[in-house]
């Protein structure tokens, strides 16, 4: 008989351990973290990985389509940023008011949403975050339309501020492994597989007693929670935040490219989608941004056209592709490119 | 997809993701080379302002490179700094967004080796970019940024050319009293429409603080958008308070999408007074022919300067090469201003160690033909305090100069109240 435990340790998840150890040495690697932009481009690959892992949550495993995440980014950034700056105490108090406070905010938001099915539910999203823009934009309290500047600050642990890349580094991919983690936790767990069921059909979910409401409603919750922690590693970096920095449709968008792009409701997709979307963004307005025009822009808007039209699975979709086809070529069959 | 092509597809994204991680090692050595990185937006919002000021540096560069006997600007003669370093350029997009500015500054000062900064026209973006600058402990020139508070911060290797917008708005409460004095224009209260953003909430609350401490009373305040699609329900609210003077921080399209919303609800109030922004952009005036008209704003140059600053017309040619024939205007003029003295700094200090070159910046005093102030002179904390510009009215697509009185257009007479629409 096999051993569950022993399998999840030493099969699939072995890969995953593995690729974070590596991960975790790469800076230690004479040559590496001498290159400040490449580890630029590898927090951003973490971060958006993590950010799209967060919205895979709900928008991959569960098929609830939403456009609001930079909504729930947006509030954990400023819970960091309204400790640090208006405060003046570290981010940690902040950071947990902040997380708390997007799913409780997911929560109330998207409870009325969820009774619209399909593409309604999306389109509310959209309205979701025009509203939390304009909101934010106006309300005084948290530095309004001018934003939170950070103050040169003292770097490490107590402010969450380095002044190289290393130590953000690492942050980030603890960021990574608790978003990874979770979701991990999640597609093994019963829970997992009722968002599956809700996803493939709620009324075949529900007449087989999955209460699909609180389903989506804690998926909601969950993926909020993970977003705004996201947040606020992106205010804790960026050491400004303003709304239209965090509450955006440009930055909603994000969340969902990048997961589509590497393949939705499946675990490796986000990091997928991440590890192509980033390097290309990054590269391509570092080696062209500068001439002006936007040729930057538009080689990286190609690229992505290019993508969905051939590969309309994402990237895991085409290594699982390469999978069946060299399964079949054994004769034992295999595995079903799977996205929802 | 068949599965050659699949494969295909797989290495060609798994090679350009290698090739572009490996690729982007250590600027190569240079000799005699003074790398210098510039930031603007050039593509987003406001793209042609960003494009405009990179236009500038790269004609001041080069004029501090080559030797040009016929314009009148320091070092212009001379081929070079230090005996022989040219500056070299290397140019940075920032979409007009902070955190891409602040990476791009990280970029160009650690991949790219850039000894100073130059940027980046968004006050939002030449923030957290800045700070980059400081923490290396690099020279960053801010040509145009505005807000206020970014001197506030005493930084030491941050200087802004431009005035800010506090002396911007107490320059235009004088103008109003100036009005009320030379014209009886009993003007006493005043609306505020800002763009809802770092530089627009700056200048409103600056404007609030110094029209109020001057006894005037502010009815009405509104934000807006940045990239507005319709304006209608801003100007309504504007046309039902109907302040005597409207100050306005609006920027670039949004500004002609202002003056138009203005036309339809056929409504002006009986004077209007911008920030630099849309009004002192010469292709926006030049939009809005006559309806530009008797607005009025101020200008840290335009060609109608051409008198007062009797330099500029040689470096303007320069200029206009590469703008496909627009002349400086207030902002573009700043960023070619920065590379000047920065270069006069170099040459001043004798050597290329930030340390001495911010001395010189903090302590000296440097010619500069091509500012209104003729002279650039740093506070702590970066603030150019020579800086000023000229209150201006539109008047036959032409900017007359009206305030201050010592620099005003002889011939320029101050058109009060505005003409209502069905009048011009």
């Given at each position: 008989?096999?051993?569950?435990?022993?399998?999840?340790?030493?099969?699939?998840?072995?890969?995953?351990?593995?690729?974070?150890?590596?991960?975790?040495?790469?800076?230690?690697?004479?040559?590496?973290?001498?290159?400040?932009?490449?580890?630029?481009?590898?927090?951003?690959?973490?971060?958006?990985?993590?950010?799209?892992?967060?919205?895979?949550?709900?928008?991959?495993?569960?098929?609830?389509?939403?456009?609001?995440?930079?909504?729930?980014?947006?509030?954990?950034?400023?819970?960091?940023?309204?400790?640090?700056?208006?405060?003046?105490?570290?981010?940690?108090?902040?950071?947990?008011?902040?997380?708390?406070?997007?799913?409780?905010?997911?929560?109330?938001?998207?409870?009325?949403?969820?009774?619209?099915?399909?593409?309604?539910?999306?389109?509310?999203?959209?309205?979701?975050?025009?509203?939390?823009?304009?909101?934010?934009?106006?309300?005084?309290?948290?530095?309004?339309?001018?934003?939170?500047?950070?103050?040169?600050?003292?770097?490490?642990?107590?402010?969450?501020?380095?002044?190289?890349?290393?130590?953000?580094?690492?942050?980030?991919?603890?960021?990574?492994?608790?978003?990874?983690?979770?979701?991990?936790?999640?597609?093994?767990?019963?829970?997992?597989?009722?968002?599956?069921?809700?996803?493939?059909?709620?009324?075949?979910?529900?007449?087989?007693?999955?209460?699909?409401?609180?389903?989506?409603?804690?998926?909601?919750?969950?993926?909020?929670?993970?977003?705004?922690?996201?947040?606020?590693?992106?205010?804790?970096?960026?050491?400004?935040?303003?709304?239209?920095?965090?509450?955006?449709?440009?930055?909603?968008?994000?969340?969902?490219?990048?997961?589509?792009?590497?393949?939705?409701?499946?675990?490796?997709?986000?990091?997928?989608?991440?590890?192509?979307?980033?390097?290309?963004?990054?590269?391509?307005?570092?080696?062209?941004?500068?001439?002006?025009?936007?040729?930057?822009?538009?080689?990286?808007?190609?690229?992505?056209?290019?993508?969905?039209?051939?590969?309309?699975?994402?990237?895991?979709?085409?290594?699982?592709?390469?999978?069946?086809?060299?399964?079949?070529?054994?004769?034992?069959?295999?595995?079903?490119?799977?996205?929802? | 997809?068949?599965?050659?092509?699949?494969?295909?597809?797989?290495?060609?994204?798994?090679?350009?993701?290698?090739?572009?991680?490996?690729?982007?090692?250590?600027?190569?050595?240079?000799?005699?080379?003074?790398?210098?990185?510039?930031?603007?937006?050039?593509?987003?919002?406001?793209?042609?302002?960003?494009?405009?000021?990179?236009?500038?540096?790269?004609?001041?560069?080069?004029?501090?490179?080559?030797?040009?006997?016929?314009?009148?600007?320091?070092?212009?003669?001379?081929?070079?700094?230090?005996?022989?370093?040219?500056?070299?350029?290397?140019?940075?997009?920032?979409?007009?967004?902070?955190?891409?500015?602040?990476?791009?500054?990280?970029?160009?000062?650690?991949?790219?080796?850039?000894?100073?900064?130059?940027?980046?026209?968004?006050?939002?973006?030449?923030?957290?970019?800045?700070?980059?600058?400081?923490?290396?402990?690099?020279?960053?020139?801010?040509?145009?940024?505005?807000?206020?508070?970014?001197t506030k911060r005493n930084l030491n290797y941050f200087f802004r050319l431009a005035p800010t917008d506090a002396t911007e708005s107490a320059e235009f409460v004088e103008v109003l009293k100036w009005l009320n004095q030379k014209q009886n224009a009993n003007i006493r209260t005043i609306g505020i429409i800002y763009e809802n953003t770092l530089f627009g909430k700056g200048a409103a609350g600056e404007a609030k603080k110094a029209a109020t401490a001057a006894g005037f009373s502010v009815v009405v305040d509104v934000p807006y958008t940045p990239g507005a699609t319709n304006l209608n329900s801003e100007v309504q609210t504007l046309k039902t308070k109907n302040p005597d003077a409207l100050f306005g921080a609006v920027l670039g399209a949004d500004y002609a999408l202002m003056v138009k919303t203005m036309k339809q609800a056929n409504w002006v109030p009986r004077m209007?007074?911008?920030?630099?922004?849309?009004?002192?952009?010469?292709?926006?005036?030049?939009?809005?022919?006559?309806?530009?008209?008797?607005?009025?704003?101020?200008?840290?140059?335009?060609?109608?300067?051409?008198?007062?600053?009797?330099?500029?017309?040689?470096?303007?040619?320069?200029?206009?090469?590469?703008?496909?024939?627009?002349?400086?205007?207030?902002?573009?003029?700043?960023?070619?201003?920065?590379?000047?003295?920065?270069?006069?700094?170099?040459?001043?200090?004798?050597?290329?160690?930030?340390?001495?070159?911010?001395?010189?910046?903090?302590?000296?005093?440097?010619?500069?033909?091509?500012?209104?102030?003729?002279?650039?002179?740093?506070?702590?904390?970066?603030?150019?305090?020579?800086?000023?510009?000229?209150?201006?009215?539109?008047?036959?697509?032409?900017?007359?100069?009206?305030?201050?009185?010592?620099?005003?257009?002889?011939?320029?007479?101050?058109?009060?109240?505005?003409?209502?629409?069905?009048?011009?």
């Amino acid at each position: 008989m096999v051993n569950p435990t022993k399998n999840r340790i030493f099969g699939k998840d072995a890969v995953w351990l593995l690729f974070i150890a590596v991960v975790a040495v790469l800076p230690l690697v004479p040559g590496f973290a001498d290159n400040s932009f490449r580890m630029h481009v590898f927090i951003l690959i973490l971060l958006y990985a993590s950010m799209a892992q967060a919205w895979n949550i709900l928008g991959g495993y569960c098929g609830q389509v939403s456009f609001g995440h930079s909504v729930f980014f947006g509030i954990g950034a400023y819970g960091a940023a309204m400790a640090l700056v208006t405060y003046g105490t570290a981010p940690w108090p902040g950071i947990l008011i902040g997380m708390a406070a997007a799913g409780l905010v997911a929560v109330v938001i998207s409870y009325p949403c969820f009774k619209l099915s399909g593409h309604y539910f999306a389109i509310a999203t959209f309205a979701i975050v025009e509203i939390f823009f304009r909101m934010f934009q106006v309300w005084d309290w948290i530095g309004g339309a001018i934003g939170l500047d950070y103050p040169v600050i003292e770097e490490g642990l107590w402010n969450l501020v380095w002044y190289s890349k290393t130590g953000y580094y690492y942050f980030a991919l603890i960021l990574f492994v608790i978003v990874f983690g979770v979701v991990r936790w999640l597609e093994g767990h019963r829970f997992g597989y009722y968002m599956k069921a809700v996803r493939e059909g709620q009324e075949t979910a529900e007449s087989l007693g999955v209460n699909s409401a609180m389903v989506k409603l804690t998926a909601m919750a969950i993926s909020a929670v993970l977003t705004a922690l996201c947040g606020v590693f992106f205010v804790q970096y960026n050491l400004r935040v303003d709304p239209s920095m965090v509450i955006s449709l440009d930055m909603a968008m994000k969340f969902v490219l990048i997961t589509i792009l590497g393949g939705a409701g499946t675990l490796l997709g986000p990091l997928a989608g991440a590890a192509v979307l980033i390097p290309l963004q990054e590269y391509t307005r570092a080696f062209w941004g500068g001439l002006g025009g936007g040729i930057d822009l538009i080689i990286f808007g190609l690229i992505i056209i290019l993508m969905v039209i051939k590969q309309p699975a994402g990237i895991v979709g085409i290594f699982q592709g390469i999978r069946q086809r060299i399964a079949k070529a054994r004769g034992k069959g295999g595995a079903e490119i799977g996205t929802p | 997809m068949n599965r050659k092509s699949l494969r295909l597809l797989g290495c060609v994204a798994v090679a350009a993701v290698l090739c572009l991680l490996l690729a982007a090692g250590p600027a190569a050595a240079q000799q005699k080379v003074i790398k210098i990185g510039t930031i603007f937006p050039l593509t987003g919002p406001v793209a042609n302002a960003g494009q405009r000021c990179q236009a500038a540096v790269q004609t001041a560069v080069e004029i501090v490179n080559g030797q040009h006997p016929g314009v009148k600007v320091p070092l212009a003669k001379k081929g070079g700094l230090l005996g022989g370093y040219k500056i070299q350029l290397v140019h940075a997009d920032s979409q007009g967004k902070p955190d891409i500015g602040k990476a791009e500054a990280e970029r160009l000062l650690n991949q790219e080796g850039v000894w100073a900064l130059i940027g980046s026209y968004n006050s939002s973006v030449s923030g957290p970019a800045s700070l980059v600058a400081e923490r290396a402990k690099k020279i960053f020139m801010c040509g145009a940024s505005s807000s206020s508070a970014l001197t506030k911060r005493n930084l030491n290797y941050f200087f802004r050319l431009a005035p800010t917008d506090a002396t911007e708005s107490a320059e235009f409460v004088e103008v109003l009293k100036w009005l009320n004095q030379k014209q009886n224009a009993n003007i006493r209260t005043i609306g505020i429409i800002y763009e809802n953003t770092l530089f627009g909430k700056g200048a409103a609350g600056e404007a609030k603080k110094a029209a109020t401490a001057a006894g005037f009373s502010v009815v009405v305040d509104v934000p807006y958008t940045p990239g507005a699609t319709n304006l209608n329900s801003e100007v309504q609210t504007l046309k039902t308070k109907n302040p005597d003077a409207l100050f306005g921080a609006v920027l670039g399209a949004d500004y002609a999408l202002m003056v138009k919303t203005m036309k339809q609800a056929n409504w002006v109030p009986r004077m209007s007074i911008n920030y630099c922004s849309g009004y002192q952009d010469p292709i926006i005036a030049k939009q809005l022919g006559k309806d530009a008209d008797l607005f009025m704003g101020s200008n840290a140059y335009t060609p109608q300067f051409a008198t007062l600053l009797p330099a500029v017309a040689a470096v303007e040619k320069i200029f206009k090469t590469k703008t496909k024939g627009v002349p400086f205007d207030g902002d573009s003029i700043q960023e070619a201003v920065a590379v000047i003295v920065l270069a006069q700094a170099i040459e001043k200090a004798g050597s290329l160690d930030p340390e001495k070159v911010v001395k010189v910046l903090h302590e000296s005093t440097f010619d500069s033909p091509l500012s209104l102030g003729g002279k650039v002179q740093f506070a702590k904390g970066g603030q150019n305090i020579k800086a000023f510009s000229i209150v201006t009215q539109l008047q036959n697509g032409e900017y007359k100069r009206l305030y201050p009185a010592e620099l005003a257009d002889s011939k320029a007479k101050v058109v009060f109240p505005m003409k209502p629409w069905n009048k011009r």
